[in-house]
């Protein structure tokens, strides 16, 4: 049962269930014995001589609940090492800390908004340069690579509007210059449906608090890595910078990992459901889902992925006041931000999650004022089609 997957995509990734049950979570390690790693509050340890302690001084350098979370995370990934942070947001900026000033960024164009914040606020003020490149496209990003570029930023598939990147090409083509990293934000994916080291990343970046954690109810940021090099600095980083997550967090995403394969299970078979749906409905303009034939990168999906998240995208025939309509009128769908919860959510990205997107690029990437953002979440797939379907008539009456 386990090995069988989704026709036409990659076979699910060995072990995975296993690995997230019990991967750092060895009874063992406790005195106890308990089944359920403890969750470590203290902040500080006691040494048994100056400078000797059992592996822990001070919970910014290291803590055991959140040492539990970072190995089962490295071995989802399929990583040797991994790095929990306070966001995903916090895990992107100890990644650029990586690079010095003058060094330059690629990015893809169409990239979650408070990435594109980021660089464009905060990183290009600080001596960065950043350019924004369509990356679906190898060739551009081959051009665009310079001597001063140090990182390649991929997102994949892309939020909002759901655009598939090849990684593999992506990464060789970068590695064919010294010193260029490669990082990919999973976090519309998860390890469960796609492993960017495995395509050639050097860094794996992921919101937990999206698929991952999986209950709307933690932030933070993971980072997998295989190179030593590469962990070393970026431990360093997490300690001098001090952007850690709380061992109550690392306990809940902890928590929210063992059931990681289940939920994504069924955001697919629900996501897929609820795409087919709005794509023979007749107040829809257009739908964009990786896992639908029409998607103009179905096959990269398909030869890099193992399966789709529970993330739509499409337009809603009309204007702007027809997607308002629609998202007002919407039941088990909550109008809210964030996605990758058990609960349904719909969101207006225009106005909502990519506002701080400069107008005229939002227009260039098709970010308009009739485009809308799922996120179908766990329930009954009859119950979420019912709910699409009176809203999208609300939305014209």
Same mark, same amino acid.
């Given at each position: 049962?386990?090995? @069988?997957?989704?026709?036409?995509?990659?076979p =699910?990734f060995?072990?995975?269930?296993?690995?997230?049950i019990?991967?750092?979570? $060895? =009874?063992?390690?406790?005195?106890?014995g308990?089944?359920v790693? =403890?969750?470590?509050?203290?902040?500080t340890?006691k040494?048994?001589?100056p400078?000797?302690h059992?592996?822990y001084?001070?919970?910014?350098?290291?803590n055991p609940?959140?040492?539990?979370?970072?190995?089962?995370?490295?071995?989802?990934?399929?990583?040797?090492y991994?790095?929990a942070?306070?966001s995903?947001l916090?895990?992107?900026?100890?990644?650029?800390?990586?690079l !010095?000033?003058?060094?330059?960024v690629?990015?893809?164009?169409? /990239?979650?908004? %408070?990435?594109?914040?980021?660089?464009?606020? /905060?990183?290009?003020?600080?001596?960065?340069?950043?350019?924004?490149?369509?990356?679906t !496209?190898? !060739?551009?990003?081959?051009?665009a690579?310079? +001597?001063e570029?140090?990182?390649?930023?991929?997102?994949?598939?892309?939020?909002?509007?759901?655009?598939?990147?090849?990684? @593999?090409?992506?990464?060789?083509i970068?590695?064919?210059h010294p010193?260029?990293?490669v990082?990919?934000?999973?976090?519309f994916?998860s390890?469960?449906?796609?492993?960017?080291?495995?395509?050639g990343a050097?860094i794996?970046?992921?919101?937990a608090?999206?698929?991952?954690?999986?209950h709307?109810?933690?932030l933070? %940021?993971?980072?997998s890595v295989?190179?030593d090099?590469?962990?070393?600095r970026?431990?360093?980083?997490?300690?001098?910078?001090?952007? /850690?997550p709380?061992?109550f967090?690392?306990?809940?995403?902890?928590? %929210?990992?063992?059931?990681?394969?289940?939920?994504m299970?069924?955001h697919?078979h629900?996501?897929?459901?609820?795409? @087919?749906?709005? $794509?023979?409905?007749p107040s829809?303009? @257009?739908?964009?889902y990786?896992?639908?034939p029409?998607h +103009?990168?179905? $096959?990269?999906m398909?030869?890099?992925c193992?399966?789709?998240?529970?993330?739509?995208?499409?337009?809603?025939? %009309? !204007?702007?006041?027809?997607?308002s309509?629609f998202?007002r009128?919407?039941?088990?769908?909550a109008?809210?931000?964030?996605l990758?919860?058990?609960?349904?959510?719909?969101?207006? +990205?225009?106005?909502?999650?990519?506002a701080?997107?400069?107008?005229a690029?939002?227009k260039?990437?098709?970010?308009?004022?009739?485009?809308?953002?799922?996120s179908v979440?766990?329930?009954?797939? $009859?119950?979420?089609?019912?709910?699409?379907?009176?809203?999208?008539k609300?939305a014209?009456?």
């Amino acid at each position: 049962m386990a090995g @069988k997957g989704t026709e036409g995509f990659l076979p =699910p990734f060995k072990h995975f269930a296993t690995h997230a049950i019990h991967a750092g979570q $060895e =009874p063992e390690q406790w005195r106890s014995g308990a089944m359920v790693p =403890p969750i470590s509050l203290s902040t500080t340890f006691k040494q048994r001589a100056p400078g000797d302690h059992a592996g822990y001084d001070y919970i910014r350098s290291g803590n055991p609940t959140r040492d539990c979370l970072e190995k089962a995370v490295a071995a989802l990934d399929g990583a040797k090492y991994s790095l929990a942070y306070s966001s995903g947001l916090a895990a992107l900026l100890n990644i650029c800390h990586l690079l !010095k000033t003058g060094d330059s960024v690629i990015c893809m164009d169409d /990239v979650y908004g %408070g990435t594109n914040r980021y660089f464009q606020k /905060v990183a290009s003020e600080n001596n960065l340069k950043v350019i924004f490149v369509d990356c679906t !496209k190898p !060739k551009c990003l081959e051009a665009a690579i310079t +001597p001063e570029t140090k990182l390649v930023w991929l997102e994949s598939p892309t939020n909002p509007t759901l655009k598939v990147i090849d990684i @593999k090409a992506c990464a060789d083509i970068a590695h064919r210059h010294p010193g260029v990293l490669v990082a990919v934000d999973n976090s519309f994916m998860s390890s469960y449906f796609q492993r960017p080291l495995a395509l050639g990343a050097d860094i794996c970046m992921s919101s937990a608090t999206k698929y991952i954690n999986g209950h709307s109810d933690v932030l933070m %940021g993971l980072v997998s890595v295989n190179r030593d090099d590469l962990y070393e600095r970026l431990k360093f980083l997490q300690y001098s910078l001090g952007a /850690v997550p709380s061992p109550f967090d690392c306990f809940l995403c902890n928590r %929210g990992l063992k059931t990681l394969h289940i939920r994504m299970k069924l955001h697919f078979h629900n996501g897929l459901a609820v795409a @087919k749906f709005l $794509e023979s409905h007749p107040s829809v303009e @257009k739908v964009i889902y990786p896992g639908l034939p029409s998607h +103009p990168q179905y $096959e990269v999906m398909k030869r890099q992925c193992s399966g789709c998240p529970g993330m739509v995208t499409f337009y809603i025939k %009309g !204007k702007k006041e027809n997607a308002s309509a629609f998202l007002r009128n919407l039941k088990v769908f909550a109008l809210a931000e964030s996605l990758g919860g058990y609960e349904s959510l719909a969101e207006h +990205p225009a106005i909502m999650t990519h506002a701080s997107v400069p107008e005229a690029e939002r227009k260039t990437l098709g970010i308009s004022d009739t485009l809308i953002r799922l996120s179908v979440g766990l329930e009954d797939e $009859e119950d979420l089609l019912a709910d699409l379907d009176q809203a999208l008539k609300a939305a014209f009456a």
